[in-house]
Structures are given as structure tokens and as C-alpha cells.
């Protein structure tokens, strides 16, 4: 025979070098290599530019600068220089979070049920909104001439933020879908967004701090101590009213009114980059079916998802103990550790660190895996309650420096595990179109209602524990709430959320073979006419 010779097949040219060679190839079907060569084609064409990333990732920006400014300074901006009580600011916080969490799925609806237009479906929703956003974000940090109806405006326009921010947040986060139908390039594309958000997270914290330090520095403290010390006993229930000086109600409204104009700019400049550098795909990475699921029916497939409850379930108790750190943070160090000098730089420690971290959590996710990395989430605990019972300039920065790589974690995890839950979901429903702004508008809704009890809860506590407005000096009582709500609470709802976090059943090889097959189903039905003949040859 031709191939008994050692040389034979290399050098003859008879019909027998090339039977070995033919014998491999029925193994994989012409069809198959044209599928293989088609998808590596699309491959690169799924490719996003680091111009693309970038301008994705900055156009969120301006979300995270407000939300920080916000979540850091509104409760104590309303207790010590709008001169609310706790119990009305835990009201405003609440209802107000709570609103914008009620938006979120009706948000979800409207967009859901939206037309694409010429620069897309989502993105018009963003530009919309983002004019009155700024509107509504300004007069949240402004102090009326009257008092009788502060609570109602700061609520009004705080619920009005909530609404509108919503209205930005759900098309953003569910743009992450429409960027590629690659994993990795989304994967990457989540990362350039969380290191630029978690930089906007540390912008509104340090930009905002900075601006607003003189309104709550140390100095008219020293005044009110000679005036307490001065004062007997029966004037002592006055002295909330002389807590400050008769300039600094004046000198808190201004800086406050300058942080807020300063964002605003922030904001429209990240939405002309945003529609400057991203271009919005039509449904890249789902079967090309024109019957789109209805809200309601998606929302009720959503809930049953076992995935997805999983991880929302995981995540909004882990959201809820960093939103009661960032909240009670700087009236902790201001009152419970004596660090009023230094909370503006504890603030910016804990961002730098989270900004820094983002590119090594994402190279440790890719590497160990998802799940994996959330174990970097329970790092902050035992040093949060070493600063509780130990409160230390030193332990503080440290505490700070921890916190910010726990935070980078719990901010770039969810969203990076989000998307891998709603390729679970097309795979079980491939004929449904656009489930994406029902799963991202009802996981914020989640997130954003336990905030909101949180927050709720959080000034509800100082209220019951005699927490006086303007005053340098508080009771025991509120002290030990203080330590209790940075301490203790969150701790124990990072616990609950990561074990239940272990029981997320999507892991690295589960999602591989997810892509695997949702490649499958995309160059197998390349049109709605060949999707409808072939309904039933799909498989799961």
C-alpha cells in the first residue's frame, strides 16, 4: 500500500498520502467549519475599542458622582444644615429611595415597550432625562427662606432625583448588552465602567467634601463648647438653636449650592461623551425575533429565575451594609471618633482604593472565577468593628484602605454576574426579545428598596436615641448607635449575603457552555423567517 512506506506520505503524489488526511475530515461536517470560520469572522467584529469602553464607562460617571455626594452628605447636609430632624430625614431618605425604587420596573416597562429610533432604543431615554436630572439634583441642595415646608421640598425633589436618575440607570446598565454579544469584551467593557464609576464615586466624595468641609468644620464647635460651658442646665434644651454661628447656616447653604452646580456640569459632559463614543447594537446577542416578551409575562419568568434570585437576593443585603457605611460614615468619624478633621481624606482613602482595585478584581474573576472573588467582600468586616471598639487615626486609614477593596468587590461583582444571568435566561426562553431592561430596572428596584429601608432604619435610630441637629456633642446613646449601624449591622448582612451567595448556581464552566450554545443558536437561526421553521429543532 502507499502509506507503508515511512516517506511515502510526505513525498508521493498518488491518491494514497492523501486517504489518511480525508479520513479526518467526515469528522467535522463542512457546515460546522463554515459555522466555526463565520464565528471567528463575527468574533472580531464583536471586538469594542478601548474609545468605546472609555466613553461608555464616563458616560455612568455622572450617576456615581451624585449618588456619592449624595449618599455621603444628604443625611447630615438635612440634619445639620437644613436643620430637619432625624426623624423627618429618615422620611425623606426613605420615601425617597423607595420612590425611585418603585420607578425602576415601571422604567422598565416604558423602555421595555420603546421603538428603536435612529441612534437607538435606550439611549434617547438617557438624553432625555439627563436636562431635568440636573435640575432636580441642584434644588435637592437648596435651602428654602422658609422653614415650615423644608421637609416637603427636600422630599419633592430628592423622590423627583431618585425618578430621574432611574430613568438614566436602567438604559445604561442594560446598554452593557447591547455593546457585543461577546462575554469577555462585555466582561471588559463592565470593568472600564466600575474603574471610571468607582473614580466618579471618589470625584463626587472628594469634589463634594472639599467644597462642603468649611460648613461642617471643627472650629464653631469650639465656639459651642464655651457657650455650653457658659450656659446652666435650663438653658441647655436651647442650645440646638445656638449650635452655630449666625454665619455658618449662611456660609453651608453657599458651598453646598457651589458642590451642586459643579456636578450638574459633571453631567452634561458625560452624557455628550456617552453619545459622542457608544454605539447602541440592535439586539446583537439574541436570536433575531421580532416578538418581543411581554412585560409582565418577563417579570413573572424573572422572579421564578433561580439564578437571579439568588443573586439579587445575595447582593441587596451586601448593597445595603456598604449604603449603611457610606451613610452614617462621616457622622461616625464627626461624632462617635473624633475624627472631624479627617473625614473628607478617610472618604477619599476609601475611593482611591476601591478606583485602584477594580483591574485586580477583574483580572481575579476572569482567573478563579466569579464566586471566587466575592470572598474579597467579607475583608472590610473585622476591621470595621476593630475601629468601632478602637477608634484610631492610624486603624481609620487602615479600616478605609480595607473598606475601599471590599467596596470594589461588592460594586464591580453584581454587575459583571448580571449579564451571565440573563444569557442563563435566553438560553431557557431563546424566542423572547428584550428581557435585558426587566431584569436590570427590577434588580436596581431590589437594591434600591433595601437601601431605602436600610437608610430608613439608620435615621430612625439616631432619632430614637436623641440625636440633636447642630450639636458638636452627642449623647452616648447616639454613639453607640453610630458604632452599632457601622459596625455590627453591616457585618452580619455581608454574612447572610455571601452564604447565600454559595448556593448561585451558574460557575465558570456552566457559563462557558451557556456562550457555547447561545453561539449555536445564533448562526443556526440567522433570520426570523429560518428562526420561525426551526422553532422546534431549538434545544437547551
Same mark, same amino acid.
Given at each position: 500500500m502507499a502509506g507503508a512506506g515511512g516517506d511515502t506520505p510526505q513525498r508521493g503524489d498518488g491518491p494514497g498520502k492523501a486517504a489518511p488526511k480525508a479520513a479526518l475530515l467526515p469528522e467535522e461536517p463542512p457546515q460546522e467549519q463554515a459555522l466555526r470560520r463565520s464565528a471567528e469572522e463575527l468574533r472580531q467584529e464583536d471586538r469594542l475599542s478601548v474609545c468605546s469602553k472609555l466613553c461608555y464607562a464616563i458616560g455612568g460617571a455622572p450617576n456615581q458622582v451624585a449618588t456619592s455626594a449624595t449618599a455621603f452628605f444628604l443625611q447630615i447636609y438635612l440634619l445639620d444644615i437644613a436643620h430637619i430632624t432625624p426623624f423627618h430625614a429618615s422620611l425623606v431618605l426613605f420615601i425617597g429611595k423607595a420612590w425611585g425604587a418603585v420607578t425602576d420596573p415601571v422604567a422598565g416597562f416604558f423602555i421595555s415597550k420603546s421603538k428603536r429610533t435612529k441612534i437607538g432604543r435606550l439611549m434617547p431615554w438617557m438624553l432625555g432625562c439627563t436636562p431635568f436630572t440636573i435640575v432636580s439634583y441642584f434644588f435637592m441642595w437648596y435651602l428654602p427662606p422658609f422653614v415650615a415646608g423644608r421637609v416637603v421640598w427636600y422630599l419633592t425633589f430628592y423622590c423627583l432625583f431618585q425618578a430621574l436618575t432611574t430613568l438614566f440607570?436602567?438604559?445604561?446598565?442594560?446598554?452593557?448588552?447591547?455593546?457585543?454579544?461577546?462575554?469577555? @469584551?462585555?466582561?471588559? +467593557?463592565?470593568?472600564? &465602567?466600575m474603574t471610571v464609576e468607582v473614580l466618579g464615586t471618589l470625584m463626587g466624595a472628594a469634589l463634594h467634601g472639599q467644597i462642603? /468641609?468649611? +460648613? =461642617?468644620?471643627?472650629? =464653631? %464647635?469650639?465656639?459651642?463648647?464655651?457657650?455650653?460651658?457658659?450656659?446652666?442646665?435650663?438653658?441647655?434644651?436651647?442650645?440646638?438653636?445656638?449650635? @452655630?454661628?449666625?454665619?455658618?447656616?449662611?456660609?453651608? &447653604?453657599?458651598?453646598?449650592? *457651589?458642590? /451642586?452646580?459643579?456636578?450638574?456640569?459633571?453631567?452634561?459632559?458625560?452624557?455628550?461623551?456617552?453619545?459622542?463614543?457608544?454605539?447602541?447594537?440592535?439586539?446583537?446577542y439574541a436570536l433575531n425575533s421580532d416578538k418581543a416578551i411581554p412585560f409582565f409575562k418577563g417579570l413573572r419568568l424573572t422572579m421564578k429565575h433561580g439564578p437571579y434570585l439568588k443573586l439579587t437576593a445575595s447582593f441587596l443585603l451586601i448593597s445595603t451594609a456598604v449604603q449603611l457605611e457610606q451613610s452614617n460614615f462621616v457622622q461616625f468619624c464627626t461624632h462617635a471618633a473624633s475624627l472631624h478633621n479627617h473625614f473628607q481624606y478617610l472618604v477619599v482613602t476609601i475611593l482611591v482604593s476601591a478606583a485602584v482595585s477594580i483591574p485586580f478584581w477583574q483580572w481575579f474573576l476572569q482567573r478563579f472565577g466569579k464566586k471566587s472573588a466575592a470572598c474579597g467582600i467579607s475583608w472590610m468586616i473585622p476591621f470595621a468593628v476593630m475601629l468601632v471598639t478602637i477608634p484610631n487615626l492610624v486603624l481609620a486609614y487602615v479600616v478605609a484602605f480595607v473598606s475601599g477593596l471590599s467596596i470594589a468587590s461588592s460594586l464591580?461583582?453584581?454587575?459583571?454576574?448580571?449579564?451571565?444571568?440573563?444569557?442563563?435566561?435566553?438560553?431557557?426562553?431563546? =424566542?423572547?426579545?428584550?428581557?435585558?431592561? *426587566? $431584569?436590570? #430596572?427590577?434588580?436596581?428596584? $431590589?437594591?434600591?428598596? #433595601?437601601?431605602?429601608?436600610?437608610?430608613? *432604619?439608620?435615621?430612625?435610630?439616631?432619632? $430614637? +436615641?436623641?440625636?440633636?441637629?447642630?450639636? %458638636?456633642?452627642? #449623647? #452616648?446613646?447616639? *454613639?453607640?448607635?453610630?458604632?452599632?449601624?457601622?459596625? /455590627?449591622?453591616? /457585618?452580619i448582612l455581608i454574612v447572610i449575603g455571601l452564604s447565600i451567595l454559595l448556593f448561585y448556581p451558574i460557575t465558570e464552566k456552566s457559563r462557558k457552555e451557556t456562550e457555547f450554545a447561545l453561539e449555536l443558536l &445564533? &448562526?443556526?437561526?440567522?433570520?426570523?423567517? !429560518?428562526?420561525?421553521? !426551526? @422553532?422546534?429543532?431549538t434545544w437547551i
Open positions: 440607570q436602567v438604559p445604561y446598565s442594560a446598554l452593557t448588552m447591547f455593546l457585543s454579544p461577546d462575554q469577555k @469584551e462585555r466582561d471588559s +467593557a463592565t470593568a472600564y &465602567r462642603v /468641609a468649611s +460648613a =461642617h468644620a471643627s472650629d =464653631h %464647635c469650639a465656639v459651642n463648647l464655651t457657650i455650653n460651658a457658659a450656659d446652666s442646665s435650663s438653658s441647655l434644651s436651647n442650645t440646638s438653636n445656638l449650635a @452655630e454661628p449666625l454665619g455658618l447656616q449662611s456660609r453651608g &447653604r453657599e458651598v453646598y449650592m *457651589i458642590a /451642586a452646580g459643579v456636578i450638574g456640569g459633571v453631567y452634561l459632559f458625560g452624557i455628550v461623551i456617552l453619545f459622542i463614543g457608544v454605539k447602541e447594537r440592535d439586539d446583537p464591580l461583582l453584581p454587575w459583571s454576574m448580571l449579564p451571565d444571568v440573563v444569557d442563563h435566561f435566553r438560553l431557557l426562553n431563546p =424566542h423572547a426579545k428584550g428581557p435585558e431592561t *426587566i $431584569f436590570y #430596572s427590577s434588580y436596581v428596584f $431590589f437594591t434600591k428598596m #433595601s437601601a431605602g429601608i436600610g437608610l430608613g *432604619i439608620s435615621a430612625a435610630s439616631l432619632e $430614637f +436615641a436623641g440625636y440633636k441637629p447642630g450639636m %458638636c456633642r452627642q #449623647s #452616648s446613646t447616639v *454613639i453607640l448607635t453610630l458604632k452599632i449601624l457601622i459596625g /455590627a449591622v453591616p /457585618a &445564533r &448562526r443556526s437561526h440567522p433570520s426570523t423567517d !429560518n428562526l420561525s421553521k !426551526n @422553532e422546534e429543532d
